[in-house]
């Protein structure tokens, strides 16, 4: 059983940075993807970024250039720097593990974190 435990998150001020870490255990697989999604109020689940095995990595439109997805192999940790954040990136972000990035719905994606809360005042 894989377990997906997650840290970081908080509150900050529009223009100001966080980041979000998710450390998975039990995994046993050498090729997945790794995600973070995240969910704002009364909105559906979207991916923010994704990393595959071999170490693409792909951005929604709405954090290029603002977030920044990094991945240490050896431990599973997959980390989420997000710079310049606006009320808009306000939300519960989710860390997942599926077996491929293809996918950017949350239904390609088994295991799934806690969440932690991001919240962005203007």
């Known amino acids: 059983q894989v377990q997906l435990v997650e840290s970081g998150g908080g509150s900050v001020q529009a223009g100001g940075a966080l980041s979000v870490s998710c450390v998975a255990f039990g995994y046993t697989g050498s090729t997945y993807c790794m995600a973070w999604f995240r969910q704002a109020p009364g909105k559906e689940r979207e991916r923010v970024a994704a990393?595959?095995?071999?170490?693409?990595?792909s951005y929604a439109d709405s954090v290029k250039g603002r977030f920044s997805l990094s991945k240490d192999n050896a431990k599973h940790k997959l980390t989420l720097q997000m710079n310049n954040l606006k009320p808009d990136d306000t939300g519960m972000y989710y860390c997942a593990t599926g077996p491929s990035c293809t996918l950017s719905s949350q239904s390609g994606y088994t295991y799934w974190g806690q969440g932690t809360q991001v919240t962005v005042s203007a």
């Open positions: 990393i595959e095995s071999d170490g693409t990595i």
